[in-house]
């Protein structure tokens, strides 16, 4: 028989009754809670995904073969970028550059465990005439980490993206195609432009019925979740500080215009090396991540939302992996505090 004590608790017991999405609840979470970027589409064909990321290679306007042009890119922490001329001037190029990347992002649930500890510390010496002398030093307060630790959810999100939308124009109502935004982004004038295209991931969109939602880096999740593992560990005994936060990489695609001889120079390895080693490097970094900022506050940025799905429910993640959650999370015995002393004469 299961010792009972031991035993994950189940995920209602988890979540307050007045949260349970099983509970009926008049309340809907609007779209006026969630910040404008990732406001969810209407119910209608009108506004059906825009662009999927499975087309057909050989549907293209015209009937003239592809062009062959290699954009190049370049890939940071969280997003690719592009600064490739070709697609700041072809809308077309740009369209299927957005689509060959519109890859799913990768996600990933962080626990983290930790607590202060004060550290007693003190040295005894002896004087002149052999007498013992104990001196107490200042205490010292330390970080110690229980632990630390995450689960990789990038398995469990749809490899078929749900469709990637422009921006919807607030006094019309209508929302922009993918093909639209593309093509305004490459006939503006400005010099200083951006295309952001953030993915983001809704899980259990239907059962946000409060309008309490944990929100980090772009990413839509269910309280309930946070709630249910949160009681499950405090439930071993854990009661030191704990995050569980959530990360995600690859999660934008950036396209940015990069014509000016500036910022040719200013990518070009050659002159990171000679920077380098002329010392330069302390002089020209810091003008060039000014002047970068100034990009970032002035570029004419456009942008775009690609929207994920998750194949398995809040309650299913849950039940799969409560387990290895409160294995690499039980509590530890924590040591009895120790006195280091130090002998010396004088």
């Not at 072809?90 to 990347?101: I, K, M, S, T």
């Not at 944990?214 to 949160?230: G, K, M, P």
């Not at 002159?271 to 970094?285: E, G, K, N, Q």
């Not at 690609?306 to 294995?327: A, C, N, P, T, V």
Request: net charge neutral.
């Amino acid at each position: 028989m299961t010792d009972k004590a031991t035993s994950p608790p189940p995920y209602e017991e988890g979540i307050p009754l007045s949260m349970r999405s099983d509970q009926p609840s008049s309340s809907i979470a609007s779209d006026e809670i969630l910040p404008y970027h990732v406001a969810r589409p209407p119910n209608d064909d009108a506004f059906a995904p825009l662009l999927q990321v499975a087309v057909d290679e050989d549907s293209h306007t015209g009937g003239s073969p592809r062009p062959t042009h290699t954009i190049p890119y370049k890939v940071q922490k969280d997003s690719i970028v592009s600064y490739d001329q070709h697609i700041n001037e072809d809308g077309e190029a740009l369209a299927r550059f957005l689509n060959e990347h519109n890859t799913p992002p990768i996600m990933k649930i962080k626990f983290r465990g930790y607590h202060r500890a004060t550290q007693f510390k003190s040295r005894a010496t002896h004087d002149r005439d052999g007498n013992l002398m104990i001196e107490e030093r200042k205490p010292k307060t330390a970080l110690i980490e229980d632990f630390n630790f995450e689960i990789d959810c990038s398995r469990y999100i749809s490899t078929t993206c749900k469709g990637l939308y422009g921006p919807m124009d607030i006094r019309t109502g209508h929302q922009k195609t993918a093909d639209e935004v593309c093509e305004e982004y490459v006939q503006k004038q400005a010099r200083l432009r951006e295309l952001l295209v953030t993915k983001v991931v809704d899980w259990n969109y239907e059962d946000l019925t409060k309008g309490t939602i944990e929100w980090q880096r772009f990413l839509l999740i269910d309280v309930d979740l946070v709630l249910a593992l949160t009681t499950a560990i405090r439930s071993q005994g854990y009661n030191h500080n704990l995050t569980i936060t959530y990360d995600m990489k690859e999660s934008k695609i950036k396209i940015m215009s990069g014509a000016s001889p500036f910022s040719t120079l200013a990518r070009n390895p050659c002159v990171y090396i000679t920077c380098f080693i002329s010392m330069l490097c302390i002089i020209a970094w810091p003008l060039y991540r000014i002047l970068d900022s100034i990009f970032n506050k002035f570029a004419k940025r456009t942008t775009m939302t690609s929207r994920w799905d998750m194949i398995l429910s809040e309650r299913e993640f849950y039940e799969k992996h409560i387990d290895e959650i409160l294995h690499k999370t039980k509590r530890k015995p924590i040591p009895p505090t120790t006195v280091t002393c130090s002998v010396q004469r004088q």
